[in-house]
């Protein structure tokens, strides 16, 4: 099954902000979207759809199909849980499953690619980084292949509802050891649905391009639970420390960074801005600790590179207990 059809069907893991936002995009634009979750998320995809609030993209609600584990070959599947229940939520869907179909990870980090490699095989992964705002508000049922924010156990209870919060949608797409041809149409697909989703050639600098942003920002309005506006004036020497110790890595890792140009983005981003990560914390839920300020730890101490702010506050927000 290739991507050429005129309706190609997707498969999304995890219909949370990012993934649920994605799936509802596709199916207006008349894709066939498979939904894959847990039972009390796939029942109030299956009776109320997805009700999307977007200032983008305007305010509608998509059918979709949901499932608790993807039963039928399918073109693509995008991968859109968090880190910490990838695990758990892979077997949802099994590699006999799939077919040929291409999965595009849209993960924060950069080291799932490997391991989506070895449970899918090499030529069937591609590497994906979003860039968007989008939480998921409800319906009120516990979900953890979600990557929005799961409400409380119980029966589902309406739509599930995506607040998509910020001005864009942006998709990099790495073709890496799958098909290029194939990633050309899943961007065409997106670009069709409404995302702005391009192909790029460097599979490295796409995912470092993210973390050299993310990791800083995650990493300082987690540990004094503070909107980017606020933690970018009281905190801006160790903002600045952040962002040149995560270049220096990135640089070493084989990908450009840029620190004067992040620190610039930081400052245009909206002063009430938080990041997934201090979301988390505040609602209680596990963090995606381990895998942006473990990974950018261990990438640092493969190529030699001293990290002693990022390393401090990775320290002192996994002693909080989060």
């Known amino acids: 099954?290739?991507?050429?059809?005129?309706?190609?069907?997707?498969?999304?893991?995890?219909?949370?902000?990012?993934?649920?936002?994605?799936?509802?995009?596709?199916?207006?634009s008349g894709h066939r979207v498979v939904c894959v979750a847990r039972e009390s998320t796939a029942r109030a995809l299956r009776e109320g759809g997805i009700e999307v609030r977007s200032g983008l993209f305007g305010d509608f609600t998509a059918a979709v199909e949901?499932?608790?584990?993807?039963?039928?070959?399918?073109?693509a599947c995008l991968v859109a849980v968090k880190h910490t229940v990838l695990d758990d939520a892979l077997t949802r869907?099994?590699?006999?499953?799939?077919?040929?179909?291409?999965?595009?990870?849209?993960?924060?980090?950069?080291?799932?690619?490997?391991?989506?490699?070895?449970?899918?095989?090499?030529?069937?992964?591609?590497?994906?980084?979003?860039?968007?705002?989008?939480?998921?508000?409800?319906?009120?049922?516990?979900?953890?292949?979600?990557?929005?924010?799961?409400?409380?156990?119980?029966?589902?209870?309406?739509?599930?509802?995506?607040?998509h919060g910020s001005p864009?949608?942006?998709?990099?797409?790495?073709?890496?050891?799958?098909?290029?041809?194939?990633?050309?149409?899943?961007?065409?697909?997106?670009r069709t649905a409404g995302a702005t989703a391009r192909v790029v050639e460097d599979e490295t600098t796409a995912l470092w391009a993210k973390m050299a942003f993310l990791a800083p920002f995650a990493l300082l309005t987690t540990r004094y639970g503070l909107p980017l506006g606020e933690a970018r004036t009281r905190h801006r020497a160790e903002l600045e420390s952040l962002v040149a110790e995560t270049a220096e890595v990135s640089r070493a890792s084989g990908a450009p960074a840029d620190p004067a140009a992040a620190m610039a983005r930081y400052d245009a981003f909206p002063p009430a801005a938080r990041s997934s990560m201090q979301r988390d914390a505040e609602a209680g839920r596990p963090l995606e600790l381990d895998a942006i300020g473990g990974a950018l730890?261990?990438?640092?101490?493969?190529?030699?590179?001293?990290?002693?702010?990022?390393?401090?506050?990775?320290?002192?927000?996994g002693a909080a207990g989060h």
């Open 1 to 28: 099954m290739t991507l050429t059809t005129n309706q190609p069907t997707v498969a999304v893991l995890g219909p949370g902000g990012v993934g649920g936002l994605l799936a509802a995009l596709l199916s207006r």
């Open 66 to 75: 949901a499932d608790t584990e993807l039963r039928e070959p399918v073109d």
């Open 93 to 163: 869907v099994p590699p006999a499953a799939l077919g040929d179909a291409l999965v595009v990870p849209l993960l924060n980090g950069v080291e799932h690619p490997a391991a989506l490699r070895a449970r899918y095989g090499p030529g069937r992964v591609a590497a994906g980084v979003i860039r968007v705002e989008a939480t998921r508000l409800g319906p009120r049922a516990a979900d953890s292949g979600s990557t929005g924010t799961p409400g409380t156990a119980g029966a589902a209870s309406g739509p599930v509802v995506i607040e």
């Open 168 to 190: 864009f949608a942006e998709i990099d797409l790495a073709a890496g050891t799958a098909s290029r041809p194939r990633l050309d149409a899943l961007a065409a697909a997106l």
């Open 297 to 317: 730890l261990r990438a640092a101490a493969r190529y030699g590179v001293p990290v002693p702010v990022t390393a401090r506050l990775v320290r002192e927000i």
